[in-house]
């Protein structure tokens, strides 16, 4: 478990996830949202405020952050198959 408690997490093809508080948690809807690399390392945080107050430059972040190909050494997760 990390830090943020219980976490919904959606596994990336690229190796990376998202993941957000559950609904267990905070049924009335997410607090934030983060992007992790492959080993679990956090690469960026929004918090709900961050997206309501600015949310082109937070979906734009997010989305760009999400995709980004993992650095070089930590893979994407991924078996290769032979």
Not at 32 to 58: F, H, I, K, M
């Amino acid at each position: 478990m990390s830090d943020y408690g219980d976490e919904f997490v959606l596994h990336l093809a690229n190796g990376h996830t998202i993941r957000t508080s559950t609904f267990a948690d905070h049924p009335e809807g997410a607090d934030y949202v983060r992007v992790c690399r492959p080993d679990g390392t956090e690469l960026a945080y929004w918090d709900s405020e961050e997206w309501r107050d600015n949310p082109q430059l937070v979906i734009g972040a997010f989305l760009g952050c999400a995709a980004a190909e993992p650095p070089e050494g930590l893979g994407n997760g991924l078996e290769a198959s032979t």
